[in-house]
Nanobody, 121 residues
Framework: QVQMVESGGGVVQAGGSLRLSCVAS????????MGWYRQAPGKEREFVAM??????????EYAHSAKDRFTISRDNAGNATYLEMNSLKPEDTAIYYC????????????WGQGTQVTVSS
């Protein structure tokens, strides 16, 4: 089992910045994927950004809406991921969920409790 603690959400004006943090524990995390999804009111949960493990290190992936504005990072131990969000827009308003994805023949997904991000216009 994996437990995650998210922090960093809040209310910010359009054009502002926020930094989300997610610290995970409970198993070896260095060789798993770790990232962020979000869910806006009345919409389905959508992918935002991910750090994917490979033998050569972590590779970052971004949704089109996040590219050039958001930056995802991962600590060396693999236990934490951070999402730096700049130039925030009202449409970024959502609950942001940390995700740990354990790849393999029987993949497993773990989810944090979510942190609210509200961008006012």
């Amino acid at each position: 089992q994996v437990q995650m603690v998210e922090s960093g959400g809040g209310v910010v004006q359009a054009g502002g910045s926020l930094r989300l943090s997610c610290v995970a524990s409970g198993r070896t995390l260095i060789n798993v994927d770790m990232g962020w999804y979000r869910q806006a009111p009345g919409k389905e949960r959508e992918f935002v950004a991910m750090t994917r493990w490979s033998l050569r290190g972590y590779n970052s992936e971004y949704a089109h809406s996040a590219k050039d504005r958001f930056t995802i990072s991962r600590d060396n131990a693999g236990n934490a991921t951070y999402l730096e969000m700049n130039s925030l827009k009202p449409e970024d308003t959502a609950i942001y969920y940390c995700n740990v994805h354990v790849p393999g023949p029987l993949p497993i997904d773990y989810w944090g409790q979510g942190t609210q991000v509200t961008v006012s216009s």
